[in-house]
């Protein structure tokens, strides 16, 4: 059997191999059951711990394609070992006997150990270590205790031969043993509660077995207190029941290549339906939901499937299993780390899913571009909004504070002199003063300071009431929103209503400010002729850039002779 | 009567046209300041009867001088400006300034209507 396995140098250690203690077992199996029937002890007795013994065993080498269960492995052999060394109380020779005698019951917590650490090796929790250490302590420890003052001839070590206390030492071992059950079971089952998706699959089967054995452990050792552990029938029993425990290490491995069959079923559907669930269909075929599916950018960074930016963890409670095609990383899949114990389960999706992810990350990849570009758009704006802004305050500090000054001078002027000179200096002052409103409107139309102090809702009033025919204004805007999106919606109807004055020959126009949650909508109306279009040199579609780079939809509905609509919504979330 | 008026802008040239505008209606201009500080250290030395205020100074604005200002016994105050009332919506009434005039349309008359 060995023969046929091959083994790699670097897994060439007792400890991390199973394997290599198979022709052992099987040789001390059939030792056993040589012994067993020289002694005269009854087959179905020899047969009880040989199937157990194997059971052990085969658990363990199954258990070989988990490379996380090591230790679980190891523990699982050594209880194989241990429970067939104990048959050596069959043997003829006194030392060979205590020996047998002093590895009894060990087996059983070298069972315990492989549940309360399951699968890793690691306790539970502290709760676990002491259950474990309990079962040490009842099995091992007490069968030391009870070696010292046995008052069997054939125990090498017993140095205080008494009978009660010997009895006493079989009570207490009983009732300690007991109490590491009772433990167990409830530890079974709150760890039962807690577990999800891979790992639940993987330890759900060894848990539940491992529950069953409590009961008839527990019953077992009340009769032995009671009457004494010489009962073969009893003994067979217990093996039969301890089964349980190598049958749920199986079933749970078997469990999760089950699902692997599924995974490969899923291929078809992966690669049929669109990407948009692409993350939920993988979490749902490899069972955590908390999969995160991360697409890798020919820059080296990480986005999601929107093509936003995102980090891998360092977190050692998430595990990142890279997915390559022809060699190219394409994505990460960020996971539970008990996905580990499934590495085919992981493998076939990662084989299957491969092609998706790939076209699902040249997807990702455009969505980044388009954000970037839109981002980088928003910049441009603001760059030039800030600009114009500079540039309206100069305006006003420079130039038009100088104007006013000379208008005023020219009017104190013209107010002292006599009357021809007072005629050319109003003159003057006429011109001025053109000139003033002149740079006013032009410094208003460069960036509108109203907007910048009183809001959205106070700069569209003003708007309106500067507009030269009458404009309603209905608004529900609230709270101040950010600078793009005032700009926008400002500019918006600025122009809108800049349009329904030169061509709509409209006698009315209404304006609508309504927000609705993260979405700001714009409507500039008229009762004019109709018939406009954003022809490529018209103000509105000046405003192309300011609205792409926030998102924003511009539509303008205008039939012949049924007025114009400018509508325009603009996500306005913070 | 004559009435001491206190002329508060960092134009020098404005100070001077508005001080010969306001002394040719009879006012007494008790002094100039060309920025907030100014203005409000003049304000408790020569505690005039108006301040004709511009509200961009390069300090602070001159909202904030206005409402610093009114107090009970404290100047009327005109704020000015070479933008319109308009361009600042509902800040020129929090304020608490008497009224605002657009420096194109400064003159003695409106000046009286409102600290009258």
């Known amino acids: 059997m060995s023969s046929t396995v091959v083994i790699s140098p670097e897994t060439r250690n007792v400890l991390r191999d199973p394997v290599l203690l198979v022709p052992a077992i099987v040789g001390a199996g059939l030792a056993i059951g040589w012994l067993g029937a020289d002694t005269g002890v009854s087959g179905t007795r020899v047969a009880a711990d040989l199937a157990l013994a194997w059971a052990l065993m085969a658990a363990s080498l199954v258990a070989l394609e988990r490379t996380r269960w090591r230790r679980s492995r190891a523990l699982l052999a050594a209880a194989a070992f241990v429970l067939l060394a104990a048959d050596l109380q069959w043997a003829s020779s006194h030392a060979l006997w205590t020996l047998g005698f002093l590895l009894e019951a060990l087996w059983v917590a070298l069972l315990v150990q492989v549940v309360l650490t399951f699968p890793e090796g690691r306790p539970w929790s502290r709760v676990a270590w002491v259950a474990t250490v309990g079962a040490y302590a009842a099995t091992l420890g007490g069968q030391l205790v009870g070696a010292l003052v046995l008052t069997d001839s054939r125990d090498v070590l017993s140095v205080a031969p008494y009978e009660t206390v010997a009895e006493a030492v079989d009570r207490v071992q009983g009732l300690l043993g007991i109490a590491v059950a009772l433990a167990l079971l409830f530890l079974l089952v709150r760890r039962l509660l807690v577990l999800r998706g891979a790992a639940r699959r993987a330890q759900a089967p060894l848990l539940v077995a491992a529950g069953l054995t409590v009961p008839a452990t527990v019953l077992w050792l009340v009769w032995v207190s009671a009457n004494g552990d010489d009962a073969p029938t009893l003994e067979t029993v217990d093996r039969a029941v301890a089964l349980l425990v190598p049958l749920g290490v199986v079933a749970g491995i078997f469990s999760s290549r089950l699902r692997r069959r599924e995974a490969s079923d899923l291929v078809v559907e992966l690669r049929a339906e669109g990407a948009a669930s692409l993350r939920e269909r993988l979490a749902r075929v490899l069972g955590d939901p908390t999969l995160e599916v991360a697409y890798r950018l020919d820059d080296g960074r990480y986005v999601d499937a929107a093509g936003e930016p995102l980090e891998l963890p360092q977190d050692p409670n998430r595990t990142v299993t890279l997915v390559r095609v022809r060699g190219e990383e394409v994505a990460a899949l960020v996971h539970d780390p008990a996905l580990l114990d499934e590495p085919a389960l992981v493998e076939s999706v990662r084989a299957t899913a491969g092609l998706v992810l790939e076209n699902e990350r040249l997807a990702a990849e455009v969505r980044a571009q388009l954000a970037e570009v839109r981002a980088s758009r928003g910049r441009i704006v603001a760059a030039a909004d800030a600009e114009r802004r500079r540039i309206e305050r100069n305006l006003h500090d420079g130039a038009q504070q100088r104007l006013v000054t000379l208008s005023l001078t020219l009017g104190l002027a013209a107010s002292r002199n006599d009357a021809a000179r007072s005629d050319v200096l109003s003159r003057a002052l006429d011109e001025v003063e053109e000139a003033i409103v002149e740079l006013r409107e032009l410094a208003r139309g460069i960036h509108p300071t109203l907007l910048r102090e009183e809001g959205l809702e106070a700069a569209v009033e003003a708007l309106a009431r500067r507009t030269p025919l009458p404009v309603t204004v209905e608004r529900s805007v609230g709270d101040r929103l950010s600078d793009p999106v005032e700009l926008a919606a400002y500019f918006v109807v600025s122009e809108a209503l800049t349009n329904v004055v030169k061509h709509a020959s409209a006698s009315k126009a209404t304006v609508r400010l309504d927000r609705e949650a993260d979405m700001l909508r714009v409507v500039v109306e008229d009762d004019g002729v109709g018939g406009a279009r954003a022809a490529a040199d018209s103000g509105l579609a000046g405003l192309r850039d300011r609205l792409e780079a926030l998102d924003a939809k511009l539509v303008i509905a205008s039939d012949a002779g049924r007025g114009t609509t400018v509508l325009a919504e603009i996500p306005c979330g913070s | ?116």
């Open chain 2, 1 to 116: 009567m004559a009435k001491r008026v206190l002329i508060v802008d960092d134009h020098e040239p404005f100070r001077a046209v508005a001080r010969e505008l306001l002394e040719d209606a009879g006012y007494v201009v008790s002094g100039e300041a060309a920025d907030a500080a100014g203005a409000l250290a003049a304000v408790a030395v020569e505690a005039p009867d108006a301040v004709l205020l511009d509200v961009q100074l390069p300090d602070r604005d001159g909202f904030s001088v206005a409402t610093a200002l009114a107090v009970p016994g404290g100047p009327a105050v005109v704020l000015i400006s070479s933008r319109e009332a308009e361009d600042y919506g509902r800040r020129v009434e929090a304020s608490g300034a008497r009224g605002f005039i657009p420096k194109s349309r400064l003159s003695a008359a409106a000046f009286t209507a409102l600290v009258e």
